[in-house]
């Protein structure tokens, strides 16, 4: 059951129409990590509340509560739930996305006004939340606009799941999600998921995700004397817990970014007989990398290595040393306490439950192998679960056949280095397959100043996502 | 020719005078380091100047031109040069100290104004500047009181150099001390220095000081990545700086204080025949070095080594890195380019021209072992030479025979682990013995706060420098 040429024509008719909407969407400053935009994310609230319902969805502006952000007291913006079509032959989709953005200012380096939508005479739609995630938002409610205005059926129930707390933590999401999930909630009954909220490899493919690295953050103190003391009067005379804490960071990873902490790296198991075709196959080459880095620092010459390194293996990063001298000059104090960071990218089966004892047991011998007679303190300070799931699943199968049907291209399915937290939310709470289908590019600069969306992605991706559902339909009617 | 008894007497008599002297001293905020207090630095000039001139000695407010300070173009404050005694028989000796004063507010957690000299019932004169280093230079007026009041001549001809930017850099003096050290200048003639600067060892015993560590500075920058990186995205892809440079920083020094850059400790030859008994002598214990130290850190259980390790030995300090996350929480960011900052507090014959090399090439052997992709840079901040001297010498004969006659007990003679740039700046311009002989105690709490002097180290130290004088003279005259 491809998409009906009807549905794709429309799309390419209203192109311009949805561009505008986009800039409607853009202009609302819904960043959630301000209190002083606050109000800005609950407007945008309830603006894509009243989108969906224009075209034909029943809504629930979803109260997620309280928090404190910076010493304010806000109410968090509600979430939005949407529910549209109940009919036990077709399949369930619940759909997730959010909008709120990152902060942006001119005066960080944008080159226009970063909320409002600039078209460039490249087809790049530039502007704050344009790629992440305004853009494949507005491309439901633009599938769904198609539906509404020809009185079509769509091919699937679908929920919709909106949130305004992405870039601040999805505080109030987790509970939310678990609650909807329960029987009579709104994600009751809800087959698969579908998350457009990420990014092709590169610039050229159109990429489907299956995997995540979890996370675990860790800080090492060293605590010595009651002061920090002067390295003129006592230099040489106590031990110091710099030079304890850079012996014991110095074990933790080599040069080539393989984990020293025993037990931690062999807790992966090697790649199953044809997985290394899976990485040799995406589109990707060192130059990407390297490109993508700014400098040529490949850990490897060996395109599928590196992209296991990031994909299918943990990873150590050490991020710095809170309470040593940071700043510029020659400052000749002895730190008296210093932590420290550092975190493991986990992938299964690694847990942060698993991993912690591991990393524990290590620093901690290898604190003692040191002799000093400073004091050790080795905490966890966050941990998030790694995810993969079945590529072969029909949920997956229906986003492969709409890409290609789209695209004309097979897609790249990759797994990403970071975590996107969601995805184990609605895994562990509906026990359903869940998908990653992003909409931008590689390059559209998500974080960073001047984030854009090309227009081709924008409206392919809409016709993507539209195409998907349609292929979740043909999946049930099998 | 010790002191005439009548001196020492006139010290006790008028201690409550000098005293009030030293509170009046005190409460000019002489703070070189804030251009907020530069009038009262220049006011405190003003003040010491006409206080020599009230007991006989000519002087000279020798400008020093100007500075920048936190953005500000600002007159330096003078120095204050004296001169009297001009007899061929006599020995010339120079007196230095300094009357600018470190920062202090009640708020960093004073007990009593800061600029309002308090006695305690315990004889403890608090305020800042009692003991550093307005105590000492006020030492010296006392004396010249005692003489200009009583018509009696000095044992020597004096000369002084008192100065308002020590604690900002001694910023001007080093030229000022080359040019008045020339012929016709008014250090001219010198024939030995004194400066009363430092601290005794502890609390208890009279410190004769006759050596001081240099001081290299190194910075080793590692760079990679255009820019931070997600440690998501590009964990385990490419050769992370921070990684690099903890291993780098890990084969400086051992846990135990040695130096493990090859032919820096290397350098320094074994101690000769007697010289562990210099140190064996010195009133100090373990638990000295860990009370100051605020915990039982000492690197040895052995006094001797731990005073040799401060004052005879180089020791190398790992201070921080600069470009790397320092605040508290979980930052999971690559830094693209990070500096390690260390210090090696050098002894003779290890100067930081001799030291540079030696750790350059360390360094950059570690680096090339590591095979990273990534940049290295390696640079010297800062370099200043160790000075030890013969303590065998009539200047230090003098100190020590005026300890006896004062205190009524052997000097500590000790080798200070910092620095104190004026000594070198001194004995390279003049060429003479250079003396360190201080007046206060080891727990004063110089640039802390709370600053004291104990009255009867003022009060004694009076007479100890007055003394010394004498000795002096009695050296002229063998």
Redesign the interface.
């Known amino acids: 059951m491809p998409a009906p040429k009807e549905f794709l024509d429309y799309v390419d008719h209203n192109a311009d129409a949805f561009i505008q909407r986009l800039s409607d969407a853009v202009s609302i400053k819904s960043v959630s990590g301000d209190p002083a935009y606050r109000e800005e994310v609950i407007k945008m609230s309830n603006w894509i509340s009243q989108q969906l319902q224009a075209v034909g969805v029943e809504t629930q502006l979803a109260d997620l509560g309280r928090h404190t952000m910076d010493g304010q007291d806000l109410a968090l913006p509600p979430a939005v739930l949407g529910r549209i079509g109940n009919d036990p032959k077709k399949k369930t989709v619940l759909v997730y996305g959010h909008f709120d953005v990152q902060p942006a200012l001119v005066s960080d380096g944008w080159n226009t006004d970063p909320f409002k939508l600039t078209v460039l005479p490249n087809g790049q739609l530039v502007g704050r939340g344009s790629s992440d995630d305004k853009g494949p938002v507005l491309g439901w409610l633009n599938i769904l606009q198609y539906h509404h205005q020809n009185q079509k059926d769509l091919p699937v129930n679908l929920r919709c799941c909106f949130e305004g707390m992405e870039e601040s933590g999805s505080e109030g999401l987790d509970d939310l999600v678990k609650k909807e999930s329960q029987s009579g909630g709104w994600f009751d009954g809800v087959d698969c998921v579908c998350i457009s909220d990420n990014y092709w490899l590169n610039t050229r493919t159109p990429t489907i995700t299956y995997g995540l690295?979890g996370?675990a953050?860790y800080?090492v103190t060293i605590e010595?004397?009651?002061?920090d003391?002067?390295?003129?009067?006592?230099?040489?005379?106590?031990?110091?817990p710099?030079?304890?804490l850079?012996?014991i960071?110095?074990t933790l990873?080599?040069?080539?970014?393989h984990i020293l902490i025993p037990g931690v790296d062999e807790m992966v198991p090697p790649p199953f007989a044809d997985e290394k075709e899976l990485y040799e196959k995406l589109d990707y080459s060192i130059k990407d990398?390297?490109d993508s880095?700014?400098?040529?620092?490949?850990?490897s010459d060996d395109k599928v290595e590196?992209?296991m390194?990031?994909m299918r293996?943990?990873?150590?990063?050490?991020?710095?040393?809170?309470g040593?001298?940071?700043?510029?000059?020659?400052?000749?104090?002895?730190?008296a306490k210093v932590s420290g960071?550092f975190?493991i990218?986990l992938v299964p089966p690694q847990t942060p439950e698993k991993v912690f004892p591991l990393a524990k047991a290590h620093v901690e011998s290898e604190f003692a192998k040191?002799?000093?007679?400073?004091k050790l303190h080795f905490e966890e300070?966050?941990g998030g679960l790694p995810w993969v799931t079945d590529i072969n699943h029909w949920n997956y199968e229906a986003a492969r056949t709409a890409t290609r049907a789209i695209y004309n291209q097979e897609p790249d399915m990759t797994r990403?280095?970071?975590?996107i937290p969601v995805t184990l939310t609605f895994a562990e709470a509906l026990g359903v397959s869940v998908l990653l289908l992003p909409m931008g590019r590689g390059d559209d600069g998500a974080h960073s100043t001047n984030e854009k969306l090309d227009r081709s992605n924008f409206i392919q991706g809409t016709k993507l996502l539209g195409t998907y559902l349609y292929e979740v339909g043909a999946a049930a009617a099998k």
Not at 229 to 240: A, I, K, M, N
């Open positions: 690295r996370l953050y800080k010595g004397p009651a002061k003391l002067h390295s003129g009067v006592f230099g040489r005379t106590v031990h110091e710099m030079t304890d850079i012996k960071m110095g990873v080599d040069v080539k970014g990398v390297e880095a700014g400098a040529s620092i490949a850990l590196v992209l390194g990031r293996q943990p990873s150590l990063s050490l991020h710095g040393i809170e040593a001298f940071y700043g510029s000059g020659a400052k000749t104090v002895i730190p960071k975190s990218r040191l002799g000093t007679k400073n300070l966050h990403e280095g970071g975590s």
